[in-house]
């Protein structure tokens, strides 16, 4: 994916409560251009465009004052994985050409360019960076982040996703985080000079 200049542009994908937004935002201070997947999804849900999709599929409940009710279509997914599906089918083409805008528009002296995806592997989006990062922590930390910040059971909401350790098997690079952020800055330091150093073609 990387242009002309070589920019790098790595994939950054983690088990729930891993740390991946902590990693994002320390190679964000380490200099790395960084757009996380999930900030995407929620600017397209409030496009127009996505809207009138979403509405043609489920009707005006999901968008009763023509502003799309997230509640509403949060509902509908987690009650049918099939809808789930789709607006993932829907809505992943269109997280791709934003990907691609945001990186040509990104200065030419960017050295490095990470996007987050959480579902990097399961979505086949790995294929589309020229490195990927897995961050991982232990089981028994990752319970306790998620149920500090409130997010339910860990094993239900990672149904869906890879288990931690195909994650790993698949990246290029793997970090743990473990300890502190500085730990963390630390471990994305050791493979910095390997993420500048991979990039490829143009998009």
């Keep these: 994916m990387a242009a002309a200049h070589d920019m790098p542009v790595v ?3 983690g088990a729930i409560a891993a740390g991946k937004s ?3 935002e320390t190679l964000g201070r380490l200099g790395a ?3 996380s997947a999930d900030a995407v999804v929620h600017d397209l849900l409030g496009t127009e465009r996505v809207r009138d999709v979403l509405v043609g599929r489920w009707g005006r409940e999901v968008a009763p004052d023509g502003t799309l009710d997230r509640a509403r279509v949060g509902e509908i997914v987690f009650a049918h994985p099939e809808e789930l599906d789709w607006l993932e089918a829907t809505l992943h083409p ?3 050409e934003r ?3 945001w990186r040509r528009g990104l ?3 960017t050295e490095v360019a ?3 995806v959480p579902l990097l592997f399961e ?4 294929e589309v960076f020229d490195a990927t990062i897995a961050v991982v922590a232990p089981d028994d930390m990752r319970v306790e982040r998620a149920g500090a910040r409130g997010t339910g059971d860990l094993e239900a909401r990672a149904g869906r996703q890879l288990s931690q350790e195909e994650k790993a098997k698949r990246a290029t690079h793997v970090v743990s985080n473990e300890g502190d952020v500085a730990a963390l800055e630390r471990e994305l330091r050791r493979i910095w000079p390997e993420l500048a150093a991979a990039g490829g073609g143009e998009p």
């Design 11 to 13: 994939g950054l994908t």
């Design 107 to 109: 200065e030419a002296g």
């Design 33 to 35: 251009a960084t757009l």
């Design 94 to 96: 269109l997280v791709g």
């Design 123 to 126: 979505t086949g989006m790995d």
């Design 114 to 116: 990470v996007v987050e």
């Design 22 to 24: 902590t990693a994002l």
């Design 99 to 101: 990907i691609i805008e």
